[in-house]
């Protein structure tokens, strides 16, 4: 497994708990369709939220949330279209949970509601 690909697990259990710990209910975890994927999907009421998880352990390149490609924002909410077909929902939010895992510090943890569309 790559450094990468480890920094990102530890970034989306982070947020996985941090969701839970707020009452948001976990409905999906790395959802893909084709090479699209999207990071957690959760419920807050009658709200599907798709979340997107962005981890860094250095902010030398910019914050996490700065990231996030136009491209990428495609990408999800193609996805979350996908998804959401022929299900019963009231409104969808896209969320980006940021993480900055430092050293010798506790993670920085930074939820952004309503981050795009």
């Known amino acids: 497994m790559s450094k990468n690909k480890k920094i990102g697990d530890i970034g989306e ?3 996985v708990k941090f969701l839970i710990e707020h009452g948001y209910q976990i409905i999906e975890k790395n959802w893909t369709v084709g090479h699209k994927e999207i990071d957690i999907i959760a419920k807050e009421n009658d709200i599907y939220i798709f979340v997107e998880v962005k981890t860094r352990t ?9 990231s996030i490609s136009e ?3 495609q990408s999800v909410t193609e996805a979350a279209r996908i998804y959401l077909y022929e299900k019963q929902y009231k409104d969808i939010r896209f969320d980006v949970i940021s993480i900055l895992l430092k050293k010798e510090n506790p993670p920085e ?3 952004i509601k309503d981050a795009f569309y």
Do not use: Q
């Open 13 to 15: 259990e982070l947020s």
């Open 58 to 66: 250095s902010s030398k390149m910019g914050m996490p949330e700065e």
């Open 71 to 73: 491209r990428k924002i």
């Open 109 to 111: 943890l930074l939820h």
